[in-house]
């Protein structure tokens, strides 16, 4: 007993005191990709699939018709403007509408539909009639469990009889009380709450169990132990699905515990290429000198729409402010921004508001800015040892062949040590790196 209340205290720590939770970046930013994101992500990968049973047929649909789905849910589906089953809707759904429900693995970047492939798995198991708990969904986050829980909304309108309740802080309930929602969507911590403590969900009548976005979950302390610690209570038959934007071995081996007898899906990402891009670095003695540089690319070649990213907040407030001063509609992404707010200035950006974005490495790690035609390393990405960071660098610049578009780089060099990390990064995708001289800008259009 002395155990358990010592891993309690401890779990308590952790919910009571957020700032022992590590994930706040990968959460936001997890968050922030849903809150810019409104269609899917295009790929044309294949899904890989590993059956738990290799033997039985393997299913993938090409409509919804053909899922046999509820008219209600098949109506909630073409409301949100959906015509076709995802790439990894097409194998995942008929997997999770299966008799009986089969157990999932499922791994693809995040914008690929699987939010929506698990809420309407959930939609379509819940009887409306049984007035308790039947689905428990975990998300990292209280935001983006409030983002599943509005898809659900939407997915489910034209069929009000299932109710949605949300299992996250603040949230109080009654004691004694016994839940009446067939779905309760929460943070794992609030979740085993309602289902050990106050008894409020009775964990024996879950026939669907969803855990999202499993590698945020797992790089926030104390989430791991509560997912499972929840999912333990669960009946043997309850269906488990598990999903993840990325599968390192800690992802992997957390899946592993939470989902016996799993099937996989994984859709790889679409590879980025340095192919269809011009890379050029100019080479500057000073901040002031790079600006001066930059002035001069403006004034010699026509913008549509640039992206430029400093090492540290304080060079892109500066950088953005001189822009501005010269003229230029800027948009500045920082740090200390709220992420809705982030979601907004890249909103303005992407609907052309305005034709600079600034931003710091850190705020726009993976957003996708798809018209981006010139992106500014005012400063070289560089990891936290000093050294090149080479995925950073591809990732900013990269192309992926479903845009296909020929785009520009121009990295801004303004010392011996970033000279010497530009070599490394060239050397590293072998691929040149031209020097660009900014007093004779006609060779780069
Ligand atoms: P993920 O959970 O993998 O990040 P989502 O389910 O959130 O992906 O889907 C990403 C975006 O694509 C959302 O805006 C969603 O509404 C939309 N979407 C999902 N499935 C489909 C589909 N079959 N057809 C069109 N759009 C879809």
Excluded at 299 to 306: E, F, L, P, S, W
Excluded at 383 to 405: A, C, M, Q, S, V
């Amino acid at each position: 007993a002395e155990a358990v209340d010592k891993q309690e205290a401890a779990l308590d720590s952790v919910r009571h005191f957020p700032y022992l939770v590590v994930s706040e970046d990968v959460g936001a930013q997890s968050l922030l990709n849903k809150l810019i994101r409104n269609n899917l992500v295009n790929t044309t990968n294949q899904v890989e699939v590993l059956q738990k049973d290799p033997n039985s047929p393997l299913y993938s649909v090409k409509s919804f018709e053909e899922l046999r789905l509820k008219p209600q849910l098949l109506q909630g589906v073409y409301g949100m403007g959906f015509n076709r089953p995802s790439k990894i809707q097409e194998t995942a759904l008929p997997m999770m509408l299966a008799e009986p429900p089969q157990n999932l693995i499922a791994q693809s970047q995040s914008g690929t539909g699987k939010t929506a492939a698990f809420v309407l798995a959930m939609l379509s198991h819940v009887d409306p009639n049984n007035k308790y708990p039947q689905c428990l969904c975990v998300s990292p986050t209280y935001e983006l469990a409030l983002q599943t829980g509005k898809v659900i909304e939407q997915m489910g309108k034209y069929y009000p009889e299932v109710k949605l309740v949300y299992a996250i802080r603040g949230n109080k309930l009654q004691r004694g009380m016994k839940l009446q929602e067939q779905i309760v969507i929460g943070t794992p911590g609030t979740m085993l709450d309602w289902c050990s403590k106050f008894k409020f969900i009775d964990p024996k009548k879950i026939k669907v169990f969803v855990l999202d976005e499993a590698d945020v979950m797992i790089a926030t302390q104390g989430h791991q132990d509560q997912s499972i610690r929840i999912q333990r209570m669960l009946p043997k038959n309850c269906q488990m699905l598990l999903f993840s934007a990325t599968f390192e071995e800690s992802v992997w081996n957390f899946a592993q515990r939470i989902v016996p007898d799993p099937n996989i899906i994984k859709l790889k990402r679409e590879e980025e290429t340095l192919d269809t891009i011009k890379q050029y670095y100019v080479l500057c003695n000073s901040k002031e000198e790079k600006f001066q540089a930059l002035s001069n690319i403006y004034g010699a070649i026509t913008i549509a729409q640039a992206m430029i990213f400093c090492h540290t907040r304080k060079t892109a407030g500066w950088l953005a402010g001189e822009l501005s001063r010269e003229g230029h509609q800027v948009a500045l992404l920082s740090g200390e921004m709220q992420v809705e707010q982030r979601a907004a200035v890249i909103e303005r950006f992407r609907d052309g508001k305005e034709k600079v974005l600034v931003t710091t490495n850190v705020c726009a790690r993976g957003i996708d800015v798809e018209q981006v035609s010139v992106v500014i390393n005012f400063d070289l990405p560089i990891d936290k040892d000093g050294n090149p960071d080479n995925e950073t660098y591809l990732h900013r610049i990269g192309r992926t062949g479903r845009f296909g578009k020929r785009g520009l780089a121009i990295n801004m060099v303004d010392s011996k040590m970033s000279m010497n990390i530009l070599y490394r990064i060239q050397e590293h995708f072998n691929k040149k790196i031209e020097k660009l001289d900014t007093d004779d800008l006609d060779e780069i259009e």
